[in-house]
């Protein structure tokens, strides 16, 4: 059974993620921060139905919380097979308004955090030989985003870190891969005017925003042991609205 750590697992892709691993039969670790209770009622909507997950507490914005994550897991299983850093924060500010604060916070929480997770994930695949890393990235971190420029940097920063760690890695037989998803539905995007998403909806050939699933579908795609020869690369699933 494959250990497979997903960040920000606790709401949004991330739970859908969760949920597909582990009806894929692997063990699941729901990473959150702030959202205990939302974790929890996945971990026992899951463990009810006799699949294997847990949740573990770390804001991976700090590197000292995801080493005692990793730690634990390490103390438990081993180490982790798949990690997908989904974890991530968005906020929309005229370029001219954003503070070094929330310079400082962006970047810790989308790109350092996956900086974090890699560092402490790697020793253990690079041992076993095996390894599959999937890193959420964002539709605005390839053609950039209008009142989103520190989410854009960091989400592009993010395509960077993918395609570097893909050459130094590949020959320790770890793939890393990044999905950049276009609008999907979840909290994040709700706090966009109803006026915005049929703007966003109306510029997307399918004339649809995304869900959750179709994600993690690609998520878990990606992670399969099969999938071996697919590293480096960015996976747009944005319903064609960047091609
Ligand atoms: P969401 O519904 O707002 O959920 C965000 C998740 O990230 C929550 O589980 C939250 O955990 C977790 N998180 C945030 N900061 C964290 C931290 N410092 N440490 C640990 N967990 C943290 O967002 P989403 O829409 O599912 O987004 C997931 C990922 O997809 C993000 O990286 C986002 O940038 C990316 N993305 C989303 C969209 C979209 O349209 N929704 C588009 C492109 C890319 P807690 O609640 O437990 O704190």
Redesign the pocket.
């Known amino acids: 059974m494959r250990n497979v750590l997903v960040?920000?697992?606790?709401?949004?892709?991330?739970?859908e993620t969760v949920r597909l691993f582990a009806e894929n039969g692997d063990n699941v670790y729901i990473?959150?921060?702030?959202?205990r209770s939302?974790?929890e009622s996945l971990k026992n909507s899951l463990t009810d139905k006799g699949f294997s997950a847990k949740i573990i507490q770390?804001?991976?914005?700090v590197p000292d919380d995801v080493r005692n994550m990793f730690r634990q897991i390490e103390n438990e299983v081993g180490g982790v097979d798949v990690l997908v850093n989904?974890?991530?924060?968005?906020q929309t500010k005229l370029f001219t308004d954003i503070t070094d604060d929330d310079w400082s916070k962006m970047l810790a929480?989308?790109l350092s955090?996956v900086f974090y997770c890699c560092r402490e994930a790697l020793p253990y695949m690079i041992r076993k030989h095996f390894g599959r890393i999937v890193n959420?990235?964002?539709?605005?971190g390839q053609v950039g985003g209008s009142c989103e420029v520190h989410?854009s940097a960091a989400?592009a920063g993010i395509i960077g870190l993918t395609k570097a760690l893909a050459k130094e890695e590949g020959p320790s037989g770890i793939t890393v891969n990044c999905i950049?998803?276009?609008?999907?539905?979840?909290?994040?995007?709700s706090e966009l005017s109803e006026q915005d998403l049929n703007m966003l909806k109306d510029e997307t050939p399918t004339l649809t925003l995304?869900t959750?699933l179709d994600?993690a579908r690609a998520v878990l795609f990606i992670a399969d042991n099969s999938s071996s020869f697919i590293t480096g690369q960015v996976i747009g699933i944005n319903g064609g609205i960047v091609i």
Do not use: L
Not at 7 to 15: D, K, L, P, W
Not at 86 to 90: L, T, V, Y
């Open positions: 960040t920000g697992g606790s709401r949004g892709i991330g739970s990473n959150f921060n702030r959202s939302t974790a770390a804001d991976v914005s989904n974890a991530g924060i968005a929480s989308n955090s959420i990235s964002s539709m605005w989410y989400k950049a998803p276009g609008v999907i539905q979840t909290d994040m995007t995304g959750p994600i």
